[in-house]
Structures are given as C-alpha cells and as structure tokens.
C-alpha cells in the first residue's frame, strides 16, 4: 500500500513564508511526476506546482516567482516552498503523485493522479 504523507503548513502573515513536504511510504517509492494542488470551499481543486523526473515543471501563474516546487534525488518526495504568502493562497494544499504519466501540463486533470496525500491546511492572514 501507498502512502503519501504530508507535513507543514499552518498559519502565517502575509508576506511570509511556509514550506510543505510530502513523503511516499511503502511499495513504489518511485513517481514521474510529484506536485501540489489546492482547494477551497466550493471550488475545484486546482494545480499549484507539479515537477517529473525529465526536469519539467508546471506553475500556476498565480504562484510564479512565489513558490518553487522541488524533488528530492530519490525521487519520493516533493517539496513546495511558499514565499511572499497572499491571503488567497489560502486553502488546503495537497501533494499528489503519478508512476507512469510524465505530464505537467495545464490540462491534465486531477483526477489522472494515482496517489493523494492527506491534505493540509495553509492560512494566510493579513
């Protein structure tokens, strides 16, 4: 069994910063492609940074310049590193991962990811 598991999160000022990790535990430890979406109330969850194992990533363009997504050399972990926090980046972020797609891009849907961590919660308060 699979396990994404996320940590970090929380609370923090505008204009500050937080960082979220996501680990996979059990018998694939290895994904094409790692990354982060989040969601609010009412909405659909919506890509953040996503990143595969060919180099290629993927933004929003609400986050860019902001947040960098990064892997880890073992390639089972992801990080989200949120800098200059607005108040509508708040929302649960959660990491997501894929074994066999290396695809990155704005249309792939959310529902083509294999594993999903267990969600956090990020506020940002002005």
């Known amino acids: 069994q699979v396990r994404l598991v996320q940590s970090g999160g929380g609370e923090v000022q505008a204009g500050g910063s937080l960082r979220l990790s996501c680990a996979a535990s059990?018998?694939?430890?290895?994904?094409?492609?790692m990354g982060w979406y989040r969601q609010t109330p009412g909405k659909q969850r919506e890509l953040v940074a996503t990143?595969?194992?060919?180099?290629?990533?993927n933004y929003q363009d609400s986050v860019k310049g902001r947040f960098t997504v990064a892997r880890n050399g073992d390639e089972n972990k992801v990080y989200l590193q949120m800098n200059s926090l607005k108040r509508e980046d708040t929302a649960d972020y959660y990491c997501?991962?894929?074994?066999?797609?290396?695809?990155?891009?704005?249309?792939?849907?959310?529902?083509?990811?294999?594993?999903w961590g267990q969600g956090t919660q990020v506020t940002v308060s002005s």
């Open positions: 997501a991962a894929d074994r066999f797609s290396y695809r990155v891009d704005n249309l792939r849907s959310a529902d083509e990811y294999d594993y």
């Open positions: 059990g018998d694939i430890l290895s994904f094409n492609v």
């Open positions: 990143k595969n194992t060919r180099g290629g990533t």
